[in-house]
């Protein structure tokens, strides 16, 4: 177990304040605070680009009791800011793992806190919906903490995608393969990336703000709009380039931010959620086959409704079972289409990896 010697604070916008004690590294970080329902791939979601700039609550009473091993993330670091859970486990029994959680946290220097009822802090997000906070384990005195996380910008307005996107392109699968797909990189996660490689694509990443006159030297088959940080509204880079890919008629596939950035080229806003969607049992209707799935989800933000209703060249293609949310869209005439979920569901269920199938056999159609 982690000392407990070490006190730590949890300080909410709203003044809401929980004691607890450090784990991980020891310090001060702020960030907007989210939680997650998920009881199972904590280091693939810490390692998820599209929690940069968050303080995440773990709601599963125990996190890290199979410690960590170095295959299981989706990126090359962890991207949290913060860590909040009720009991933060340093011990692990999974004979596979490199180590331990609280080893894995003070190597990337992720300041985190356990000891805190995290049901009820959840409880109180979801009412009170996404604030900013600021954990720290160095002062308790909440006047400083204060007077700091006054200092954090909001995340509404916030463009984060270009802060994690690769810096170089890169190659993943086979270099001869007959489709060809570009990834307009705004934190995409690697098991994305993995779905479609495992489909015989070869694959080229590029940086967030990559000219599409670059990208085509690629000469791709289809174009892949990738998840990401941060608030779309405010990414008129990526919005541009999409509007010129959609010129080019050929596949398009939209996931997360990926998905409001295609509606956001068709002239059809977003907004800030309450508190967003997060977690590996969201239900979602396809509106088009009929059928349910059972869904990963990560998301603050989401494509406005009812101007989606209103657009008569954009049909909607799934819904969210809980509250009516727009999950997925297609626009009429153009091979494009786009998801809020998580389709390649690292971690969580494969209901809905046929989306990869269906991108995929775009291309073969549209080659054929």
Same mark, same amino acid.
């Given at each position: ?88 486990? =340093? ?5 596979? @793992?490199?180590?331990? /959680?609280?080893?894995? !946290? +003070?190597?990337? &220097?992720? *300041? ?118 941060? =608030? ?5 880079? @990526?919005?541009?380039? /999409?509007?010129?890919? !959609? +010129?080019?008629? &050929?596949? *398009? ?116």
């Amino acid at each position: 177990m982690p000392d407990k010697s070490i006190p730590a604070v949890l300080l909410l916008a709203d003044g809401t304040v929980a004691h607890g004690f450090a784990f991980g590294a020891i310090g001060t970080t702020t960030g907007e605070i989210c939680f997650n329902t998920g009881m199972t791939g904590y280091q693939e979601v810490f390692t998820d680009p599209s929690y940069f700039g968050q303080i995440l609550i773990m709601n599963s009473a125990h996190i890290g009791n199979y410690g960590v091993k170095e295959a299981d993330v989706e990126s090359d670091s962890v991207k949290i800011n913060g860590l909040v859970g009720r009991n933060l486990e =340093d011990l692990y029994s999974r004979k596979m @793992a490199n180590g331990s /959680l609280n080893e894995y !946290l +003070k190597t990337n &220097k992720v *300041v985190s806190i356990e000891g805190v009822d995290t049901r009820a802090l959840v409880a109180h997000v979801r009412t009170k919906g996404a604030m900013n906070c600021i954990i720290s384990s160095e002062t308790t005195d909440i006047e400083i903490l204060k007077k700091k996380l006054a200092e954090t910008p909001d995340m509404d307005g916030l463009e984060l995608a270009s802060k994690v996107s690769t810096t170089q392109a890169y190659e993943l699968g086979d270099t001869n393969s007959p489709i060809r797909i570009a990834v307009m990189d705004y934190g995409v996660k690697r098991n994305i990336l993995t779905c479609m490689v495992e489909r015989g694509a070869h694959v080229k990443v590029f940086p967030a703000k990559t000219p599409l006159e670059e990208v085509n030297k690629f000469a791709p088959h289809g174009y892949f709009i990738s998840n990401g940080p941060g =608030d779309p509204a405010p990414m008129d880079y @990526a919005v541009a380039t /999409l509007k010129q890919i !959609l +010129k080019e008629e &050929k596949p *398009v596939f939209g996931i997360c931010l990926g998905h409001q950035l295609l509606a956001l080229a068709n002239d059809i806003p977003t907004f800030k959620m309450h508190h967003g969607h997060r977690g590996l049992n969201h239900p979602v209707k396809n509106i088009i086959s009929g059928r349910s799935e059972i869904t990963t989800q990560n998301h603050g933000f989401g494509v406005d409704p009812e101007a989606v209703k209103k657009a008569s060249h954009i049909e909607i293609t799934h819904l969210n079972l809980n509250d009516q949310s727009i999950e997925g869209i297609r626009v009429k005439g153009k091979p494009a289409f786009s998801v809020q979920y998580h389709p390649e569901a690292t971690p969580g269920p494969h209901d809905s990896r046929y989306l990869f199938d269906e991108f995929i056999q775009l291309i073969k159609d549209q080659k054929n």
